[in-house]
């Protein structure tokens, strides 16, 4: 069971953070022996060929020594992991000689270390078990929309100037699968639906995360299901897919804050694209602050064309368009279950695809409040009749998608 590595479900509905009694079932870990009557409830589970390169759980001595190690504290080797419906739950809460320890709403994982070598760690988006030995993993990685978005000057990176934005994106339920193989070299190889491609975003994500932590190489099969030039971060989303997928493939440990940095010398909405969820991002993208407040459901989701994103912002230029000044009042808004959405780019998208004022006139005509996404050329809807609005736009030829809004921007498969 050396590196046996046990992750959380992704969901746990109505458990607090913090409670020690969650789930159907207690599965306990008793003076280094897992419990036998819990492998016969959940055996089906771990040996399923589902969880292929993943070591099932054996009945029998854990090998610790008489304490363990948790964050750095040393404690004993009782503790109580707490499973629901075979997965572990979110947040899980591990007792440890009564020394409590829950996930925080901040945290995304911790390790448990025993000194006879086993390292048991969790992590709040994984859904299945897996290890340090393991050969692949696939990730996946979602969309993103901008709920409110205004240009509010230009900063200067690494010697270009770049808009400075303040702008709320929340994610939702399109995605691309990322799979990551272990090369016994250091060679990093990107594919896109099965072709090799280079100098693509992915592939720098990848060979930043190979220099920095020294790391082994890769193969990344990128599967695509986002839309290209949509103003949904597809190509962000694939290069913060890469660096989970890596990270998760060779167990590295780094902060929240050193990740956020290599995905942020890829691309501005990067850092953004490793967690997702509703975020609030200001200047390049440096900056992302998560909004506490409740916001769910689902979107009506629409595109024709594309929108070259340098050529909107020089027409945002030219034109020198009016603009909301910031996002406060939109969150404001938020938080009392009003939604406006707002796009300080739109004018400047129509000019260059029409289809973007088309299809928002019929979203709105159907009471749904709508807006574009990034840069264009995608518009979404929401707040209104979902099902006529889809009906309306197929009527006049578009094709469109209702879509959930999810609260995480990836996942493990």
């Excluded at 006139?361 to 609005?389: H, N, P, Q, W």
């Amino acid at each position: 069971m050396n590196g046996v590595v046990l992750n959380t479900d992704s969901e746990a509905d109505g458990v607090a953070f913090g409670q020690s009694e969650v789930g159907d079932r207690n599965v306990r870990v008793n003076e280094g022996f897992i419990d036998e009557n819990a492998l016969r409830v959940y055996g089906n589970r771990f040996q399923n060929s589902e969880l292929s390169g993943c070591d099932r759980p054996e009945i029998g001595r854990i090998p610790t020594s008489s304490a363990a190690e948790v964050n750095g504290r040393g404690e004993s080797s009782d503790f109580r992991v707490v499973y629901r419906n075979g997965y572990i739950a979110r947040p899980v809460v591990v007792i440890i000689d009564g020394f409590e320890k829950g996930l925080s709403r901040r945290e995304s994982s911790f390790s448990l270390r025993c000194r006879g070598g086993l390292t048991v760690r969790f992590d709040k988006r994984a859904r299945k078990c897996y290890n340090r030995r393991m050969n692949e993993i696939t990730v996946r990685t979602y969309a993103k929309i901008n709920l409110f978005l205004t240009v509010t000057g230009i900063e200067n990176r690494d010697g270009k100037s770049l808009h400075a934005l303040d702008t709320v994106m929340c994610s939702i339920g399109v995605s691309d699968d990322v799979k990551a193989v272990k090369r016994p070299d250091g060679e990093i190889r990107v594919f896109f639906n099965g072709e090799i491609t280079e100098n693509t975003n992915a592939e720098k994500a990848a060979k930043a995360m190979r220099d920095l932590f020294r790391l082994l190489g890769a193969d990344f099969y990128v599967t695509t299901r986002i839309p290209s030039g949509a103003g949904l971060g597809g190509s962000s989303a694939d290069a913060a897919g890469v660096i989970n997928a890596y990270r998760l493939l060779y167990g590295v440990n780094a902060s929240e804050s050193v990740l956020k940095r290599i995905a942020f010398s890829v691309g501005s909405d990067v850092p953004y694209m490793l967690g997702g969820g509703l975020k609030r991002l200001t200047g390049t993208g440096e900056t992302v602050t998560p909004i506490n407040t409740d916001f769910g459901g689902k979107i009506l989701l629409c595109g024709r064309g594309k929108v070259d994103t340098y050529a909107c912002f020089s027409d945002f230029d030219r034109l020198n368009y009016a603009v909301k000044l910031s996002a406060d009042e939109f969150i404001d808004g938020l938080k009392r279950g009003e939604i406006e959405p707002y796009n300080a780019l739109g004018a400047a998208a129509e000019k260059i695809e029409p289809n973007i004022k088309i299809i928002r006139d019929i979203m709105t005509d159907c009471g749904l409040k709508s807006a574009m996404t990034g840069s264009g050329a995608f518009v979404f809807g929401l707040g209104g009749d979902l099902e006529r609005a889809k009906t309306e736009l197929g009527a006049r030829g578009y094709d469109s998608e209702i879509i959930n809004i999810v609260k995480n921007g990836y996942e493990t498969l």
